[in-house]
């Protein structure tokens, strides 16, 4: 097959989507590689000082592109061979993010461990990513001081200099982002040096990541644990490796059976990664059964209320409660969804709230008072797990709705409108 050459990431096209609810969604649905492991994963292969890395199962989502781009500029060399992505990072020359495409993902921010690992400096511009409230990389910075990074920041960039060396890191919350930044920064270094990470998180991202690392011959050992230790190693070298299938995608997936009263089976997911997810929706009625690799939902009437607590891995994930949160606008009864990891994460509720839905925001929590059914409306997706809730809402709603702000959705989600149209869902997209 002849290598696809990545493209200088243009600026989203604007887009809406018309939604027409009121049908069923039925059918199979592949699930992609996961998002939030790729990109770390595509930021570490920068480790590699020999050999060259392919990576499969990355999403082509616009995230995954725009770090793609910052690579090249970096020196890397990055090709898709149709569903694999191939990452040279031999003749890496550049320690320093560009500006404006750094800004646009969070996941930017893990190339500043990474470059100072191999480089011994970096110039990172502060990310942007989702706003989903206040987003501080505090334990990432005080982790990589504590290793003996020296950090400064110097017109909107952090910019750091010095060799990194053994440390003992306690971070304040179990990070995602944290934990993966300073595990990869970590892995190189001199023979030996020990770096240990306590109260880590334990989401199968961080081990996806410890595991590509592994690959490339890092010491890694409790990633998936509360307390991770790298011994590093003097050089990487690339590695071919198949990322983790996209729990979020697959919960959307399901949440979407749920939502059109449909019976959809997702394959090519490890369901392990989903239990809190499963228990859920079967504790509102959905029906649930795990197949091997695939599970399939199935409804045939109203959901009953519940309450949900999104909290860290292995409880019910923070990139679903906006999604949940729409299968509860229409159940039976009252429910409080709590998000104790993005407190302020509630955005999408003014755009149900267009739709019919009785909701109101108190503290980090949505208070939900179950309506019989939402109305179609026009709405505006602020965010990608929010952008999810949204198409999920219309789904349900009998009716037209027209959903505004869907780059986000491009962001992290690969190809959701065909998979979607696949299961029988009517939607139309309008370029505006
Ligand atoms: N926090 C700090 N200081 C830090 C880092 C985090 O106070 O230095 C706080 C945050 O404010 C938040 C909590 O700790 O309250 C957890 O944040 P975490 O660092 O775990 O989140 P993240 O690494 O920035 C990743 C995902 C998010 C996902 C969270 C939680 C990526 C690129 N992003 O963010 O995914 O919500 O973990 O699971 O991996 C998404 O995919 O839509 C998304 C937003």
């Known amino acids: 097959m002849t290598p696809t050459v990545i493209a200088e990431t243009a600026k989203p096209l604007e887009r809406a989507l018309c939604v027409e609810g009121g049908f069923s969604l039925c059918g199979e649905v592949a699930i992609g590689g996961s998002k939030n492991a790729s990109l770390p994963i595509i ?70 461990g990474v470059l100072l690992a191999r480089f011994g400096e970096a110039k990172v511009p502060y990310p942007g990513g989702d706003r989903i409230g206040v987003r501080p990389i505090d334990f990432h910075l005080a982790g990589l001081r504590a290793m003996g990074a020296e950090v400064s920041t110097e017109a909107g960039c952090l910019v750091g200099v010095g060799r990194l060396s053994e440390a003992s890191i306690y971070l304040e919350r179990p990070s995602v982002g944290a934990t993966i930044h300073l595990m990869m920064a970590a892995a190189l270094g001199k023979d030996s040096q020990t770096t240990t990470l306590s109260n880590a998180a334990m989401d199968p991202e961080i081990m996806d990541v410890a595991r590509f690392l592994s690959a490339m011959g890092a010491r890694i050992y409790g990633a998936g644990t509360s307390t991770i230790k790298v011994v590093a190693v003097r050089k990487l070298t690339g590695a071919t490796y ?109 755009e149900f709230v267009r739709m019919g839905g009785q909701v109101k925001v108190v503290g980090s929590s949505v208070r939900i008072q179950g309506v019989s059914g939402l109305s179609p409306a026009e709405v505006t997706a602020n965010d990608i797990r929010g952008g999810a809730a949204l198409v999920l809402a219309s789904l349900g709603a009998q009716g037209k709705s027209t959903i505004y702000g869907v780059h986000h959705l491009d962001r992290g ?7 979607l149209m696949g299961l029988g869902a009517r939607i139309d997209e309008l370029e505006l």
């Open 242 to 350: 198949e990322v983790i299938p996209d729990r979020l995608e697959a919960g959307t997936f399901l949440m979407s059976a749920a939502a059109s009263r449909g019976d959809i089976t997702v394959t090519g997911v490890i369901s392990e990664h989903l239990t809190a997810v499963i228990a859920k929706l079967q504790q509102m009625g959905v029906r649930m059964e795990v197949l091997g690799d695939s599970i399939r939902a199935r409804v045939d009437r109203r959901l009953s209320a519940t309450d949900v607590l999104a909290e860290e891995y292995p409880g019910f994930p923070t990139d679903l409660q906006p999604c949940i949160a729409a299968l509860l606008v229409t159940a039976s009864g009252d429910s409080m969804v709590t998000d104790l990891v993005w407190t302020d994460r509630f955005q999408y509720t003014d």
């Open 413 to 419: 989600y690969a190809g959701l409108i065909d998979k």
């Open 43 to 112: 930021a570490a292969a920068l480790l590699a000082t020999e050999g060259q890395t392919r990576l499969i199962g990355v999403p082509h989502i616009s995230d995954v592109e725009v770090m793609c781009d910052i690579l090249q500029g970096l020196g890397a060399r990055v090709r898709w061979h149709g569903d694999a992505l191939d990452i040279d990072a031999t003749g890496l020359y550049g320690a320093e993010v560009d500006s404006e495409l750094g800004q646009r993902i969070r996941a930017s921010t893990y190339l500043f």
